[in-house]
């Protein structure tokens, strides 16, 4: 089985600005979550697509404008078989309340992707 696209993010010094410009383009309904510091975005695409969140990275630089997360079934096996085909794990497992776990790596070309497991 593959691992689908889940969820996108986009990493914004500017979380609000960008939020806006989103909503005011494209229609998207995108709802500030204060305790996470989160903008999550809904595409509302009517089943077809992914949706997603605009945030500024709390530590260090902003890595990439943008990150895809993949869903996989065992962050630690995905994360074995990352560092094992040549990508490095930048972010350890962290869990999202009531929501999941996620880890962040590195493909060898140096792109920031995520893997996510949905909360049970």
């Not at 889940?6 to 410009?21: G, I, M, Y």
């Not at 229609?27 to 997603?52: C, F, K, R």
């Not at 996989?72 to 350890?92: F, M, P």
């Amino acid at each position: 089985m593959g691992s689908p696209i889940v969820h996108f993010e986009f990493w914004s010094a500017n979380p609000a600005q960008a939020a806006a410009f989103y909503q005011q383009v494209f229609g998207w309904n995108i709802q500030h979550l204060p305790e996470m510091d989160y903008h999550m975005v809904d595409t509302a695409s009517g089943g077809v697509g992914i949706n997603g969140g605009i945030f500024k990275p709390k530590d260090g630089p902003i890595p990439a404008p943008t990150s895809l997360y993949l869903d996989v079934d065992d962050l630690d096996a995905y994360g074995r078989k990352i560092t094992a085909a040549g990508g490095t794990l930048v972010v350890e497992k962290q869990e999202v309340p009531g929501m999941g776990t996620f880890s962040l790596f590195t493909d060898p070309d140096g792109r920031v992707l995520g893997i996510w497991k949905r909360a049970e």
